[in-house]
């Protein structure tokens, strides 16, 4: 798994995972099912030690941006953490 290889190389590296998993788990968001994706993304959280940020659910209206959905509905103290790095 390339996290595996990212934690060898930086043991204590903070790792932020984004985007759009389409994801359902029962855990999450009160999701009222579970689906393989949801699964998969729920047991790579667990095992890695990763936490879900976003607070409710992202389906929008086709005229409101999506990434400012995801920042408002995101918890608002774990956001903070978060540092923008400049990668190239």
Known sequence: MAADSVLQQVP???IVILGD???HHA???GSR???HAGRSVYDFALAYGLTQLVA???RIPDTSP???IHVQNCN???LKL???YNCE
Do not use: Y
């Open 12 to 14: 204590s590296a903070e």
């Open 66 to 68: 999506l990434d400012d």
């Open 21 to 23: 998993f389409n994801a």
């Open 33 to 35: 099912s579970t689906d």
């Open 27 to 29: 855990e999450w968001l």
């Open 56 to 58: 409710s659910p992202t």
């Open 82 to 84: 978060i540092k923008l």
């Open 76 to 78: 608002k103290a774990k």
